[in-house]
């Protein structure tokens, strides 16, 4: 099956800052591939995906670049404010099921 | 538009007793995956379901079950319940026709077996 690798664990910025987040499949098959971002207390939100046929995204101050070849997508967050610190999970689907990074945990310091 | 919704928020059980946890998808969604969240296994897929048909499993024991309504409404059931259990579970909703299509999770329910 799908092994999505995720670094790093945890990763602290200053305002302001940009913050980069990778992951790595190993399923050829996979084709879709969001970001979730889930706060203390809440289930995981949806803030951007990515497809195969798409090599970048971007909304806002919110990236995600796919490179299919090394098998490798990364989440980019410019400007980072204090609301953006909460846990980011990436994930990766072959039209399945989901499967998910272990997470990371961003904290943006003041 | 109202998000998927899960019951109860957070339920307190006994070693060895059952429990039934429910998900309401995003009216108009016919998918309804379940996952087990813990500090150490992350992110864990148990089952999904599409049109009261489980379509796809993921590796837990079958203490683990479910199932699915006409109206995709789902409910999740534990039986037999060890300490190892507790974490929080989440219900994603999606349109499903078309399995790449996104996925919006729930508040989860927080299981505590003591």
């Known amino acids: 099956g799908e092994n999505v690798e995720q670094h790093p664990s945890t990763l602290s910025v200053q305002e302001g800052d940009s913050a980069v987040i990778k992951c790595t499949y190993s399923?050829?098959?996979?084709?879709?591939f969001p970001w979730y971002k889930q706060e203390l207390g809440k289930g995981p939100q949806l803030i951007i995906d990515?497809?195969?046929?798409?090599g970048e995204k971007k909304d806002q101050r919110i990236a995600v670049t796919l490179n299919k070849t090394a098998k490798h997508f990364s989440l980019h967050i410019t400007e980072t404010q204090p609301e953006d610190s909460a846990v980011y999970f990436c994930?990766?689907?072959?039209?399945?099921?989901?499967?998910f990074g272990t997470g990371t945990s961003l904290t943006v310091i003041p | 538009k109202a998000g998927v919704t899960q019951t109860p928020r957070y339920l307190i059980k006994t070693r060895g007793q059952q429990v039934t946890l429910s998900c309401s998808p995003i009216?108009?969604?016919?998918?309804v995956s379940w996952y087990q969240q813990t500090p150490g296994q992350g992110l864990q897929f148990l089952f999904e379901?599409?049109?009261?048909?489980?379509?796809n499993k993921g590796n837990f024991p079958g203490r683990f079950s479910g199932r699915q309504f006409s109206n995709s409404r789902s409910e999740m059931n534990v039986s037999t319940l060890e300490l190892g259990d507790s974490a929080l579970y989440l219900c994603?909703?999606?349109?499903?026709?078309?399995?790449?299509?996104?996925?919006?999770f729930g508040q989860g329910t927080r299981l505590t077996v003591v």
């Open positions: 994603a909703s999606s349109l499903g026709g078309n399995r790449r299509t996104e996925a919006f």
């Open positions: 399923d050829s098959a996979s084709n879709y």
């Open positions: 990515i497809r195969s046929n798409v």
């Open positions: 994930a990766a689907s072959d039209g399945n099921q989901f499967y």
């Open positions: 009216s108009g969604h016919r998918s």
């Open positions: 379901y599409f049109s009261e048909t489980q379509r």
